[in-house]
């Protein structure tokens, strides 16, 4: 039982680079999100999904999209990156009422 | 729009010392808050309050809410260097079941 994996760990890109980020869980966990967190703030999500093929906005979507098409599956696109998007990004599902598990990370930086 | 304010920012004492750590919000449609622990890596989760008045404990840790006053604290006694972390308050609310707003969270040191 893995929980919550994030591939890659660690990635530089130039501005205007494109990649995607990918969440996994094996918790069978309904709900899944995406947060960044940058020096001396909490975690601010960007987006979640409430289920399979569901997907909505957070309080910072601008310059992110996501898609859910598995269940256990969330990606994280950046389409063209800017350097105010370095920062660590981490992904979390849950199973409400009950708590977020967060996966390890992954720390992304745009030059 | 929803608001979480975490007081101290930081936080230095020395080990077996008590620390109370204050989280006061504003979020629409509450439902329940949640008390993390962050040590460089992923959070990691401590407590989940939904109730007024009914402390929970695990350890040294223990956590209250007071939904009239729309705040929680959190207290460690006996701190150990191993408490060194930040701590991140996350009430949730919303639209959305399960939607939490992160506090920016406090720095605790613990000191030998």
């Known amino acids: 039982n893995a929980g919550v994996t994030q591939t890659p760990k660690f990635r530089v890109l130039k501005t205007g680079q494109s990649m995607t980020l990918l969440c996994a869980q094996d918790?069978?966990?309904?709900?899944m999100y995406w947060y960044r967190q940058d020096p001396g703030m909490g975690l601010r999500l960007i987006h979640y999904?409430?289920?399979?093929?569901?997907?909505a906005k957070g309080e910072v979507p601008d310059g992110y999209n996501v898609s859910r098409l598995k269940k256990q599956n969330f990606l994280l696109g950046l389409e063209s990156a800017a350097p105010s998007q370095t920062s660590v990004y981490f992904c979390?599902?849950?199973?409400?009422?009950?708590?977020?598990?967060f996966g390890p990370g992954t720390r992304l930086t745009v030059t | 729009e929803d608001k979480v304010v975490q007081s101290p920012l930081s936080l230095v004492v020395h080990e077996g010392d008590t620390v109370t750590l204050n989280c006061s919000y504003e979020?629409?449609?509450?439902?329940?808050l949640l008390w993390y622990k962050q040590e460089k890596k992923a959070p990691t989760f401590l407590f989940m309050l939904?109730?007024?008045?009914i402390e929970k404990k695990s350890g040294r840790l223990s956590s209250i809410l007071d939904k009239k006053e729309l705040f929680s604290i959190l207290n460690i006694t006996a701190t150990q260097t191993g408490d060194s972390a930040v701590y991140l308050c996350?009430?949730?609310?919303?639209?959305?079941?399960?939607?939490?707003?992160f506090g920016q969270g406090t720095i605790l040191t613990v000191h030998p």
């Open positions: 918790m069978n966990h309904e709900y």
């Open positions: 996350a009430p949730g609310g919303g639209t959305s079941y399960g939607k939490l707003t």
């Open positions: 979390a599902s849950s199973y409400p009422p009950s708590e977020q598990y």
């Open positions: 939904t109730s007024s008045g």
């Open positions: 979020v629409t449609n509450f439902r329940s």
């Open positions: 999904s409430v289920g399979e093929g569901t997907t």
